[in-house]
Every structure is written in structure tokens, then in C-alpha cells.
């Protein structure tokens, strides 16, 4: 094929000519000069601020109010002893005392107990049972104490709704074991293997774990079993409040001054 045929040919496959079409020209918005735009400085003294105390502009949920609430209720109104024997509970070193105790007798896991089982139906040694374990739960330690299997009884202070343990200081005194309040039913909870637990009750001790045991009943029953006759006769609450207490103070100086006046 001759050349000018070739380029002939290439020209004819070309795209067809397309008018330009024309660019829209965009208006740029009018800049508010009241409102200028100012660059951030992130030094000393710029647009960062120093740390401040904002607890008076948070919006707390609804159940932090409600807890709040409470809390200012039970400081106000009188609280009968039943309910205010849970405001006084066990000391920060005996109650870590008490928790290394508690979890060496905690129970095990799913897992672990199905391994032991296991290895317990397969004759191994390696893996020894464990029978010393906490009773917990409600029904379960309310079932020890009525047979005076507990040894100690351990209650949660933040149990809501009050009235599931507000009668069990009552029976273990009754039956004659010693009890103690603890914070918190979360730490409780941990020890036995749940987010949380009411009350937990030791039934059997290693032989190794009775000196320990020993000094943590004499810490027990000085705060508690021995004081059962005041605890059930002290009310809680009756607390004024910071504006109340100030206007209190000011009518008692008030009074102080007019009957000094009036000596005179």
C-alpha cells in the first residue's frame, strides 16, 4: 500500500472535532470581616487553654444523678440502724488481708474445672481437685449459716436493693457467726469468678491458713460481732446541709450577742 494511502487512513480514525465547551466561573463567597479568620496558636497563653475543672459543666447520665441523690437523701433524712449498719464498713488493711485470703479459696474457672475433672477421671495426679472453695450467692450462704457450716461470713456495703441482705447480720448473730461488711460487691464479685456478688462465706480453711484466719476473726468481731448491741441501736443520717449549717450559726450568733445585750 502506498504511503498516502496510510495516512489517509489514519486520519479518518481520528475522534471528531468537539467544541470547547466553556468553564463556569464560580463566585468566590464574601468573607465576613467581623468574622475573620485567624490562625491557631498552639503556644503559652494561644488557643490551648490550661487544664481546668469542668465537673460543674458535665452532663452526667441519669443513673450517676440518681446514685448522687441517694447519696444526699441518706446524709439528710434519718437512717434507720439496719440500713446504716452498711455505712460502716471493714478497714482498708484488713479488708486486702481478708481478699489474699478469699482468693486462694476462690473457685475455678469453667475450663480449669473441666481439665481437672478430666484428668481426675483419667487417674493423673498432676491436677489435684480442690475442695475448699467459697460459698457464694444469697441462697447458698443463707443455706451455710443455717447450718453453721460458715466460718465467716463477708457482705457486701453497696447492695442494691438493700432488703437482700438487710436481714443477714441479723442471722448470723442469731446463729452465732461472726460476719463483716466489706467494700465493695465488684471486689466481692472478682474473687469468686462474677462482676458481682452479695456475700460470700468461708466453710473450710487449710490447715496452713488458720493463724491468718485467726488474726482476721479477732479484727472482725472487735468491729462488729462485739459491737452488735450499738450497731443496732445507732441511727445514720440527720445531716445538714453546708447553707443550713451557715444559717444554723448565724442565728446561734445572733442569739449569743442579744442575750449578751440584754445582760448588760
Not at 490550661?50 to 437523701?73: C, E, G, I, K
Amino acid at each position: 500500500m502506498p504511503k498516502d494511502t496510510a495516512k489517509r487512513t489514519v486520519a479518518a480514525k481520528k475522534a471528531p472535532y468537539k467544541k470547547p465547551v466553556a468553564k463556569e466561573v464560580v463566585a468566590e463567597p464574601v468573607k465576613n470581616p467581623i468574622f475573620a479568620d485567624r490562625p491557631k496558636i498552639f503556644g503559652l497563653g494561644g488557643n490551648v487553654f490550661h487544664p481546668r475543672d469542668v465537673t460543674r459543666q458535665v452532663r452526667w447520665p441519669l443513673y450517676v444523678l440518681r446514685q448522687r441523690r441517694r447519696r444526699v437523701l441518706q446524709r439528710r433524712m434519718k437512717v434507720p440502724p439496719s440500713v446504716n449498719q452498711f455505712n460502716n464498713a471493714l478497714d482498708k488493711a484488713t479488708k486486702k488481708d481478708l481478699l489474699t485470703l478469699l482468693a486462694k479459696y476462690s473457685p475455678q474457672a469453667a475450663a480449669k474445672k473441666a481439665a481437672t475433672q478430666q484428668a481426675a477421671k483419667a487417674g493423673s495426679t498432676k491436677v489435684p481437685a480442690r475442695s475448699n472453695t467459697l460459698t457464694f450467692g444469697i441462697q447458698e450462704v443463707t443455706r451455710a449459716v443455717e447450718t453453721k457450716r460458715a466460718r465467716l461470713v463477708i457482705i457486701a456495703h453497696d447492695v442494691d436493693p438493700v432488703e437482700i441482705v438487710l436481714w443477714l447480720p441479723q442471722l448470723c448473730h442469731a446463729q452465732g457467726i461472726p460476719y463483716c461488711i466489706v467494700k465493695s460487691k465488684s471486689q466481692l464479685g472478682a474473687v469468686v469468678g462474677f462482676k458481682t456478688c452479695t456475700s460470700v462465706a468461708i466453710t473450710d480453711l487449710n490447715s496452713e491458713d488458720q493463724p491468718t484466719f485467726q488474726k482476721l476473726l479477732t479484727a472482725v468481731n472487735v468491729k462488729f460481732n462485739d459491737r452488735y448491741d450499738d450497731i443496732r441501736r445507732s441511727w445514720g443520717g440527720g445531716q445538714q446541709g453546708v447553707r443550713a449549717q451557715i444559717r444554723k450559726a448565724r442565728r446561734e450568733a445572733e442569739r449569743i450577742k442579744a442575750g449578751g445585750a440584754a445582760s448588760e
